[in-house]
């Protein structure tokens, strides 16, 4: 998730260093353009997706990862009345 939040980040400079690049002087390119925008979506449309597919139902849990008999045991969401206490 780092490099999605890094991406977001560079992401104005990127298009700006490329838009001087390619334009000294007038509007930017269309290619551009059409570039950072489908860019754009595609980030958005993944982070849309990361969004849906890491949620938990309602009351749902969170039990960290814990150490068993010498072994570790994942962490998990569960449902709550399933949680340990």
Same mark, same amino acid.
Do not use: C, D, H, N
């Given at each position: 998730?780092?490099?999605? *939040? !890094?991406? !977001?980040?560079?992401?104005?400079? #990127? $298009?700006?260093? %490329?838009?001087? !690049?390619? %334009?000294?002087?007038?509007?930017?390119?269309?290619?551009?353009?059409?570039? +950072?925008?489908?860019?754009?979506?595609?980030? #958005?449309? +993944?982070?849309?997706? !990361?969004?849906?597919? *890491?949620?938990?139902?309602?009351?749902?849990?969170?039990?960290? %990862?814990?150490?068993?008999?010498?072994?570790? $045991?994942?962490?998990?969401? +569960?449902?709550?009345?399933?949680?340990?206490?």
């Amino acid at each position: 998730m780092r490099f999605a *939040e !890094l991406g !977001l980040l560079a992401l104005p400079f #990127v $298009v700006f260093i %490329a838009w001087r !690049l390619m %334009a000294p002087s007038g509007g930017p390119p269309r290619v551009l353009v059409f570039g +950072v925008t489908g860019v754009v979506a595609a980030m #958005v449309i +993944v982070l849309l997706i !990361l969004w849906y597919q *890491e949620t938990a139902s309602p009351g749902a849990s969170y039990v960290p %990862a814990q150490q068993q008999g010498g072994s570790i $045991v994942p962490s998990k969401v +569960v449902p709550k009345q399933q949680a340990p206490r």
